[in-house]
């Protein structure tokens, strides 16, 4: 199947900067990490120029991403990616008497995280303040649970959700079986 070159170089700009996103990466750090400058990076990001083999080979070595899949027009909008039950990452040893599965993509780690917990009887996750400006958002999917934010305390029932500070000292506590799911978001 032939392309379209024009069809590759539109796709191309919008391509980079996901994958650059992706990777939480500012424009000086691939600049850093490729070798090519930060304002030929920008220029290639917003279309104004078409870089070189050479150089797009250097971008997609500083990024990490396949260099023909960049380019694949396929599987952009009709992709499902699929994380099976059994795929899905845990924590055990963290808090007491709880199972943290972590349902968000390991690169948005430190950003936009989300949880999925399951409490035992005299479960607790009594944790440290955050960045500045982290915020959790916490629905209860079944039993109650305690919540404390610095020197604030509310009581939760299934259905409820809560939104407070995560930059003070927090902690979810369940008297009984509870499971909440919660989404952590980093300022």
Known sequence: MTENTDDILTRLPARLKEARRAKGLSLEAVANLS???RSMVSQIERGES?????TLWNLTRALQVDFAGLLDAGQTSDHIEVLRKAEVPSIDNMGQNCR???LSP???AGGHEVYDIAFDTDGALNSQPHARGAQEQLTVLDGAVRITSGTATR???QGDTARYAADVTHSI???GPARVFLIVKNA
């Open 155 to 157: 009581d939760l029932q």
């Open 100 to 102: 943290i599965r972590i």
């Open 106 to 108: 390991p690169e948005e």
């Open 50 to 54: 078409s870089p070189t083999i050479s």
């Open 35 to 37: 070798g090519v400058s």
């Open 173 to 175: 506590a369940a008297d």
